[in-house]
């Protein structure tokens, strides 16, 4: 390494304060409270699109986890999971199911 022992110090408490400062990049909102996006993302995270799974069975387990959502809101954002290569959309029995 290059440097005194001054700048190294001064480098590591630089980047102590930014360590405690936070992630620069959060997304916006109110503090604390969960974006629907995200939700989905755990979701797809925890396998649950494994079987085709229909906008009924997402606003279920979503209330299973404490968060009930309108079922007019998810599927927006459904669709936008589909658009952005997440999941994939079929159509079964006259609706549409979701799947990993």
């Known amino acids: 390494m290059d440097g005194t022992p001054a700048e190294i110090a001064a ?3 630089d980047l102590k304060q930014k360590e405690e400062a936070g ?4 997304r916006k909102g109110k503090p604390g409270r ?3 996006v995200d939700l989905i993302g755990q ?3 925890d396998g649950f699109f494994k079987k085709p799974r229909d906008l009924a ?3 279920t387990a979503l209330a299973e ?3 009930p959502w309108p079922v007019t ?3 927006g954002a459904m669709l936008d999971q589909v658009r952005r290569r997440n999941l994939r959309r079929l159509k079964d ?7 990993r």
């Not at 029995?93 to 799947?99: A, I, L, T």
């Open 43 to 45: 979701l797809i995270e």
């Open 65 to 67: 986890m404490g968060h």
């Open 23 to 26: 992630p620069a990049t959060q």
């Open 34 to 36: 969960v974006q629907l």
């Open 93 to 99: 029995n006259k609706r549409w199911v979701y799947v």
């Open 11 to 13: 480098v590591i408490e």
């Open 73 to 75: 809101s998810l599927s």
């Open 57 to 59: 069975g997402v606003k």
